[in-house]
């Protein structure tokens, strides 16, 4: 079947330029150059507290791209939020461009890519399509580090904690040998980083009121932790109470990770 006999949907197509311009040589294709986004408007739909919007939020603000934030309540979710969500989830990017009905991209990692293939400027991913790939699957390997840390957070009993805790330090264990420092990959801030930001958040929220020992023994992770909170991209990506309000949640959520005297002390 021949792909070109169908133009792409309409909101895929951008004026003056072919849906597939990308260069290849040699079977190895280069990425079509970004295409501004400036024409563009962008608003984040969004919850204070998860990570994975402060990921989209770290990339928007590393591109210096103009964007709104809107704030949706997950336990009372209006209509418009179901109907432009199907998974139900945050973050939404909704991308407004003159004369296209509006996008709903959901999925930060989707919303990620976009972002890269769409602004111009610094790029958040390498420019060697296999170090690119290998990038990606460090972001996947991030997002099971989240689904472990909320493990950890929510544990409503000690043998849960001390499972999540497991769960995680492994992880560490296989994370610590591929950080080269001072970002996950040398001297350039990629997705990758903004992607394992949230998670050190979280961590050192934890640490203030009960220390998780999630990090011991983990030099570079504690360095790249350290490095990752003071870059002001990863430090506006949440609000100033954020500390506050996540322990609040997780008491909400009758976490034992808060209490002293658990395992996690170490
Ligand atoms: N794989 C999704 C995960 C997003 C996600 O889990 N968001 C949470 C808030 S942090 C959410 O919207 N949860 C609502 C639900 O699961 O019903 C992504 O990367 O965007």
């Known amino acids: ?7 792409p949907p309409a909101f895929l197509r951008v004026e003056g330029q072919s849906a597939d311009a990308g260069l290849c040589v040699d079977g190895v294709c280069a990425l079509p150059e970004p295409v501004a986004t400036s024409a563009a408007r962008l608003t984040l739909i969004s919850v204070p507290l998860c990570p994975y919007v402060q990921r989209a939020i770290i990339a928007l603000t590393e591109k210096e791209v103009e964007f709104e934030v809107i704030y949706v309540d997950l336990a009372d979710r209006p209509a418009w939020f ?24 959901f999925e930060s990692a989707v919303i990620l890519e976009y972002l890269e293939e769409t602004v111009p400027g610094r790029s958040l991913h390498p420019a060697d399509p296999l170090e690119r790939a290998f990038h990606r699957a460090w ?12 493990r950890f957070g929510s544990a ?10 497991q ?12 950080v080269t420092g001072p970002w996950f990959a040398g001297a350039a801030f990629s997705a990758v980083d903004a992607v394992f930001a949230p998670a050190f958040r979280q961590i050192d929220a934890i640490d203030l009121v009960n220390p998780t020992s999630l990090l011991d023994g983990f030099p570079r992770l504690v ?16 609000p100033e109470d954020y500390g506050s309000v996540y322990l609040a949640y997780l008491r ?6 808060l209490d002293a005297g658990n395992p996690a002390r170490g």
């Open 156 to 165: 409503g009993s000690v043998a849960d904690l001390d499972a999540a805790r």
């Open 82 to 105: 179901r109907e432009i969500s199907p998974l139900g989830k945050v973050p939404v990017l909704r991308v407004e461009r003159d004369g296209h009905a509006p996008v709903h991209l």
């Open 139 to 150: 972001m996947e390997f991030g997002s099971q580090v989240l689904a472990d840390l909320w």
């Open 223 to 238: 360095a790249w932790s350290r490095a990752l909170a003071s870059r002001p991209s990863v430090r506006e990506a949440a």
């Open 252 to 257: 909400g959520a009758g976490s034992v990770a």
């Open 167 to 178: 769960a995680v330090r492994a992880k560490f264990t296989r994370l610590e040998v591929e």
């Open 1 to 7: 079947m021949d792909d070109t006999s169908n133009p």
